[in-house]
């Protein structure tokens, strides 16, 4: 099946400083979102980025399909972005992975004053 | 606005019991899943549907039901609870063609098992 790998499993961060969250894909790809999930809490999207390069403020999101991977940098971050950042793929359409998102297992960052 | 319901919030059951954690969604969407987190991991699908009276084998699906009685409800069952099954599970809801923010989760349901 389909596997997601995600990298670092955690960061600690001085606030300012900027982070790069990797993930990569086992199989061909069809789609993929990045998620933020306080601690103890449910989860948000982040970003919606099958291919290409996104960005939303201090966020950018970039995929590269041929090579299945996505990234998420934040720039200049904050105590607010302390949290696990989760990254999901949606398997190609004849893979027998697609309509199912499969889920890395999150990067935990922690942002210190 | 969008919105996942699951009820309850948190549970404990007794080993062998029979546990039914619910969702409700007015997202009017075709898609519902149901993951669960372990303490320190990411989320691993159970269940998921396409339609109401249909569900999908995720994942995980062993030791573990669903139903979908229509578009908006989605239950996942545990017939016989174990230890195992403690964990936190999500419930999530999406439109027919992924696109940007169409995936929403409910708050979760902590379950404990005895």
């Known amino acids: 099946g389909q596997q997601v790998q995600q990298s670092p499993t955690s960061l600690v961060l001085q606030e300012g400083e900027n982070a790069e969250l990797q993930c990569n894909f086992s199989?061909?790809?069809?789609?993929m979102q990045w998620f933020y999930q306080r601690p103890g809490g449910s989860l948000v999207s982040v970003f919606y980025?099958?291919?290409g390069t996104k960005q939303s403020g201090r966020l950018t999101s970039t995929t590269v399909i041929k090579e299945r991977r996505s990234s998420l940098h934040i720039s200049s971050s904050q105590i607010t972005d302390s949290g696990t950042y989760l990254c999901?793929?949606?398997?190609?359409?004849?893979?027998?992975?697609?309509?199912?998102?499969?889920f890395g297992a999150g990067t935990r960052l922690a942002v210190c004053p | 606005e969008a919105a996942v319901t699951q009820s309850p919030r948190s549970k404990v059951a007794v080993t062998g019991g029979k546990v039914t954690l619910s969702c409700h969604q007015t997202?009017?969407?075709?898609?519902m899943y149901w993951y669960r987190q372990d303490t320190g991991h990411g989320l691993r699908l159970i269940h998921y549907?396409?339609?109401?009276?249909?569900?999908e084998k995720g994942d995980i699906p062993d030791g573990y039901k669903a139903s979908r009685p229509s578009q908006e409800n989605f239950s996942l069952i545990l017939e016989l609870a174990s230890l195992s099954q403690t964990a936190v599970y999500f419930c999530?809801?999406?439109?027919?063609?992924?696109?940007?923010?169409?995936?929403?989760f409910g708050s979760g349901t902590r379950l404990t098992v005895l």
């Open positions: 999530a809801s999406r439109a027919k063609n992924l696109s940007a923010e169409t995936l929403y």
């Open positions: 199989t061909s790809l069809n789609s």
């Open positions: 980025n099958p291919s």
């Open positions: 999901a793929m949606e398997g190609a359409m004849l893979s027998g992975s697609f309509n199912k998102l499969t």
């Open positions: 997202n009017n969407h075709d898609y």
């Open positions: 549907s396409y339609v109401a009276d249909s569900t």
